[in-house]
């Protein structure tokens, strides 16, 4: 992949389908996979824009069922990090398996 | 008003939270004790200072991963484990240690100062949320803020390590950390000015047999440490500074709760057989199968009731067979030879996550339609649980339970089911026991008028009282105006249960309760005089209740359960009960788990 595109935001928007919104467990799991990738990413809900390598700051978006968020991404490995963020957002559940090939 | 040495006598009404009473010295939690000023550092000093803060952090970051480890272990308590392991996340989090790392700096103020600083700004933002779940983490913040914090001005690590032994803990709340710190330190009781009876603490004091009250708004206020208090958790009182006679009145009480106590344990090994020598059976009520050591252990007779709902809860898809195989198979085997009873699916179709609907038939279709006229549906995913079961089948002795039955003709579609599937089974060569029990619930008013009818489709029939309850009084369980309806006492319901126990003796099928309203030791004469053979219950209320048919005549419980037949309402019949029972069973009135 050539630096241009490595620069490149990709931006992807997704309904939260977890039962009780962006809570703790879903936020430290997010905050464990986007980590351990090459990516810089954020998430925004109505009332804040959060860097996905803060817990503090996505535990800041109180994002309750079915509210729609918005995910940034940049960085060789924004693919997979907003396959796995939009995933496990939509998923019912925060120990949902996610397909993360 | 207060004695010679100041000291004043306080009651306190909170919720009972655990069982038992306590008598001891209080130690108090606060949270508050931790003071510091704000300090100037020259400005040569603030990269020591820096060094200060960023040292406390490693420190704190330590003691909860150390307490992660010890106190729960890789497997342990998942709930707790996942948090802890959160709060490690958060004391690294760049919001908190780079912004106050940038204060120390800018202002040139001590690294508490700024900490503090930085904590209000975080606290500012959650306490503008909205939703009062998410505003709830605050709690966490200002948790982990105080770990630091408490590194920083030279205290132990955590509140909890200042908890004494024997001691009662005294605390505005605790939290997970906190309780979890207090597993190993025989503490006699809790009481708390926040809490309800599903909270943490409350779940926790339950699980150690703690006693607790939670709820009482002042009791942090009131107390000063080193007093003595009681802790009702029966009652849900908490005395500060007890007069004598209060604490004399208390210790009798704790006493016979303890004589009563070890009494019933007695119980364990014997058999549920009344005076005249007829033997009931009491079973249990469970969810899942870890909880089959609490079955024996509590000396039941089996399981009358396993519920399968938590298989198809939480998750995306159906559980398949192979899955369901395995949770059976393992239930039975570790009950063998003991009788276990397994609950087809017993959910409404709204129960069921958007994607699961989506699988069987989409959610309009199920709409309204609830266990077994839900299964009779959508059969697929009925077949696919009772292939489990019956192949499970040969591992221990299995009695299916069909539930929400209101007609004869749904118990003829599940034999032909049950046929089919019986008939796919052989022909895979999958082995299964070909005599499995086949038992009706009987939960509505309807049903309870044909059980004589439903008899001659089963081997057994069990009475479901929480929703025969709501459906004979019309009456949701949760509506505070009407709870005078909802009493298990009532004449319509005492004469619905024996309509249904006629039904059984005649047809010779036997008739289980296993509602709430079988586990209750005041009723359990009641209901062995209208006919109930099985009492199926929690296995915590096994041995109380088996106490009482113990020490009871079937023929008595008969004659007794005729006269309340002539009682006009629930009123007369509970004052009856009452009388003869605290006549009999007296000690069955105090410091006896029946709530």
């Known amino acids: 992949m050539g630096g241009g595109v490595r620069d490149e935001w990709f931006v992807q928007e997704v309904t939260v389908g977890q039962k009780v919104g962006t809570h703790l467990r879903v936020v430290k799991r997010i905050l464990e996979r986007v980590s351990s990738l090459d990516v810089e990413m954020s998430i925004s809900s109505e009332r804040h824009r959060a860097d996905a390598r803060s817990l503090l700051d996505l535990m800041q978006l109180a994002a309750a069922t079915g509210d729609r968020v918005r995910l940034e991404a940049r960085g060789a490995q924004a693919d997979e990090a907003l396959a796995f963020v939009a995933a496990l957002l939509a998923a019912p559940s925060w120990d949902a398996e996610i397909d993360d090939a | ?377 959508r059969p697929e995913v009925f077949r696919v649980q009772l292939r489990a079961l019956l192949r499970a089948s040969v591992h221990g002795r299995l009695r299916i339970l069909v539930p929400f039955v209101t007609c004869v003709s749904e118990l003829v579609r599940v034999h032909e089911v049950l046929d089919e599937v019986k008939a796919e089974l052989r022909s895979e060569g999958h082995p299964f026991d070909p005599d499995v029990e086949l038992g009706a619930m009987v939960e509505t008013p309807a049903a309870a008028q044909i059980a004589d009818l439903l008899a001659n489709y089963v081997s057994f029939l069990s009475i479901g009282t929480n929703d025969l309850i709501q459906y004979t009084f019309a009456v949701a369980r949760d509506n505070p105006n009407l709870t005078y309806l909802y009493h298990p006492l009532h004449p319509a319901l005492l004469r619905l249960v024996r309509t249904v126990a006629t039904a059984g003796v005649a047809a010779g099928v036997e008739v289980a309760m296993c509602g709430e309203m079988a586990g209750e030791p005041l009723f359990a004469r009641v209901l062995l005089g209208l006919g109930l053979t099985e009492l199926s219950m929690v296995p915590s209320a096994v041995p109380a209740v088996k106490e009482v048919v113990r020490r009871s005549a079937l023929s008595d419980c008969e004659a007794f359960a005729n006269e309340l037949m002539h009682l006009p309402s629930y009123i007369e019949v509970e004052r009856e009960v009452l009388t003869v029972m605290k006549a009999d069973f007296p000690e069955l009135l105090e410091g006896l788990p029946n709530s």
């Not at chain 2, 339950?206 to 007093?227: C, D, N, T």
């Not at chain 2, 009145?249 to 344990?265: P, S």
Request: hydrophobic share 40%; aromatic share 6%.
């Open chain 2, 1 to 377: 008003m207060p004695d010679r040495l100041g000291r004043v006598r306080a009651a306190l009404q909170g919720i009972a939270a655990s069982h038992g009473i306590a008598i001891g010295r209080v130690v108090v939690l606060r949270r508050a004790e931790l003071s510091y000023d704000r300090v100037e550092i020259p400005f040569d000093r603030t990269e020591d200072e820096v060094a200060r803060f960023l040292a406390a952090v490693e420190t704190a970051g330590q003691q909860l991963a150390q307490l992660r480890e010890r106190v729960f272990g890789q497997d342990g308590d998942a709930e707790h484990y996942h948090i802890l392991e959160a709060y490690e996340l958060m004391l690294r989090d760049e919001n908190l240690t780079a912004s106050t790392a940038h204060r120390i700096r800018e202002e040139q103020i001590n690294a508490e100062w700024a900490l503090e600083v930085t904590l209000d700004d975080i606290r500012g933002i959650f306490q503008r949320l909205e939703d009062e779940v998410f505003r709830e983490r605050l709690s966490d913040v200002d948790f982990v803020g105080e770990r630091i914090l408490r590194n920083l001005v030279g205290r132990s690590a955590f509140a909890a390590d200042d908890v004494l032994p024997h001691h009662i803990v005294v605390a505005h709340a605790l939290s997970p950390v906190d309780t979890a710190q207090m597993l190993h330190r025989n503490i006699l009781g809790l009481a708390t000015d926040e809490g309800s009876r599903t909270s943490h603490t409350a779940i926790v004091a339950r699980a150690l047999q703690i006693p607790a009250v939670v709820a009482l708004r002042h009791v942090v206020e009131k107390a000063r440490g080193g007093e003595l208090a009681i802790v009702d958790g029966e009652e849900g009182i908490c005395i500060l500074n007890p007069t004598q006679a209060e604490i004399e009145l208390y210790r009798g009480r704790q006493e016979r709760a303890v004589i009563y106590t070890e009494k019933l344990r007695q119980n364990v090994e014997l058999p549920a057989t009344t005076t005249d020598d007829v033997t009931i059976r009491l079973s249990t009520n469970i969810d899942f199968r870890e909880e089959a050591e609490a079955v024996t252990a509590n000396g039941a007779d089996g399981v009358g009731l396993f519920r399968t709902e938590f298989l198809y809860l939480g998750r995306n898809d159906l559980p398949r067979e192979e899955e369901q195989l395995r949770c059976y198979r393992e239930l039975l085997q570790r009950l063998h030879p003991l009788p276990v009873t397994i609950r087809t699916l017993d959910l409404g179709g709204d129960k069921f996550s958007s994607v699961q609907a989506e699988l069987i038939g989409g959610v309009g279709e199920l709409a309204g339609l609830r266990a077994i006229r839900l299964c009779l549906r």
